[in-house]
């Protein structure tokens, strides 16, 4: 099968290491009001955007891994780009989700939603809830959740959950295990509300600005991590550990603050 035929069943292929997924927001009230027209049409089967400011001008195609239109739910957004790294997260893998783009574009939007409408909350606490629904539902495994959340502001890395206050930290490197941050604070999590709890904790204590596009935009990176370890007995009678990381990376509106 091609990866055209594969994307309709919902399957991605194991090469497929990134994917770039492209959301098209609906058309704001403010840009109704001007009388503004409606220039990218997507094209889910063929994953194209297709940008075209006139009649007589020919559209221009671009291609990516898939493509939505403003009609979207959000159950499908987390659905097809999302689970899939879920679940691979349980595995024993690690996996990052972020959302890029302008400030105005739509990012919190399909990262966070309405956190308490079905409807319409977002990539993020979906993917909390999906945790915990699979670790409750498998009772052959011992499972540990842990979370940490980090900065990066002016190229410093600012921990947002240390209890005595915002601390600058450094980036340490490891033989065996790679990049990680020293003394980066963890906290274990018991269910979903917990993990979300957390997140807006770390959320007050961001670097925000306004700007012209938005009133309090998010100045700084952000990364929260879920850190799942999962223990189980093996074939052999021992237990053996495996370690899966979800990041949930929030970047920085792409404009320049002066915007």
């Given at each position: 099968?091609?990866?055209?035929q594969?994307?309709?069943?919902?399957?991605?292929?194991?090469?497929?290491?990134?994917?770039?997924?492209?959301?098209?927001?609906?058309?704001?009230?403010?840009?109704?009001?001007?009388?503004?027209?409606?220039?990218?049409?997507?094209d889910?089967?063929?994953?194209?955007?297709?940008?075209?400011?006139?009649?007589?001008?020919?559209?221009?195609?671009?291609?990516?891994?898939?493509?939505?239109?403003?009609?979207?739910?959000?159950?499908?957004?987390?659905?097809?780009?999302?689970?899939?790294?879920?679940?691979?997260?349980?595995?024993?893998?690690?996996?990052?989700?972020?959302?890029?783009?302008?400030?105005?574009?739509?990012?919190?939007?399909?990262?966070?939603?309405?956190?308490?409408?079905?409807?319409?909350?977002?990539?993020?606490?979906?993917?909390?809830?999906?945790?915990?629904?699979?670790?409750?539902?498998?009772?052959?495994?011992?499972?540990?959740?842990?979370?940490?959340?980090?900065?990066?502001?002016?190229?410093?890395?600012?921990?947002?959950?240390?209890?005595?206050?915002?601390?600058?930290?450094?980036?340490?490197?490891?033989p065996?295990?790679?990049?990680?941050?020293?003394?980066?604070?963890?906290?274990?999590?018991?269910?979903?509300?917990?993990?979300?709890?957390?997140?807006?904790?770390?959320?007050?204590?961001?670097?925000?600005?306004?700007?012209?596009?938005?009133?309090?935009?998010?100045?700084?990176?952000?990364?929260?991590?879920?850190?799942?370890?999962?223990?189980?007995?093996g074939?052999?009678?021992?237990?053996?550990?495996?370690?899966g990381?979800?990041?949930?990376?929030?970047?920085?509106?792409?404009?320049?603050?002066?915007?």
């Open positions: 099968m091609n990866n055209k594969l994307k309709k069943m919902g399957i991605q292929k194991k090469s497929e290491t990134v994917r770039v997924v492209i959301r098209c927001r609906p058309l704001s009230k403010k840009e109704v009001a001007e009388g503004r027209e409606k220039v990218v049409n997507m889910y089967e063929n994953g194209e955007i297709l940008v075209q400011k006139s009649v007589e001008e020919v559209p221009k195609r671009f291609t990516f891994d898939c493509v939505y239109d403003e009609n979207v739910l959000q159950k499908d957004i987390f659905d097809e780009t999302a689970f899939p790294i879920i679940e691979n997260i349980l595995q024993g893998y690690n996996g990052t989700i972020f959302a890029y783009g302008q400030t105005g574009t739509g990012k919190t939007h399909t990262m966070a939603g309405v956190i308490d409408s079905d409807e319409l909350k977002g990539i993020t606490p979906r993917a909390f809830e999906t945790i915990f629904n699979s670790i409750n539902i498998d009772e052959t495994k011992q499972y540990l959740v842990r979370a940490s959340y980090l900065e990066i502001y002016k190229e410093e890395v600012l921990d947002l959950l240390n209890k005595g206050g915002i601390q600058k930290l450094e980036l340490k490197e490891k065996g295990s790679g990049v990680y941050v020293k003394d980066l604070s963890t906290a274990l999590v018991e269910n979903p509300a917990k993990l979300m709890e957390i997140m807006v904790k770390g959320n007050k204590n961001r670097h925000v600005g306004q700007t012209k596009m938005n009133h309090e935009s998010s100045r700084s990176h952000s990364i929260f991590t879920v850190t799942i370890e999962c223990a189980e007995i074939a052999d009678g021992k237990a053996h550990i495996k370690v990381k979800l990041n949930m990376v929030d970047l920085a509106g792409s404009e320049k603050q002066s915007k």
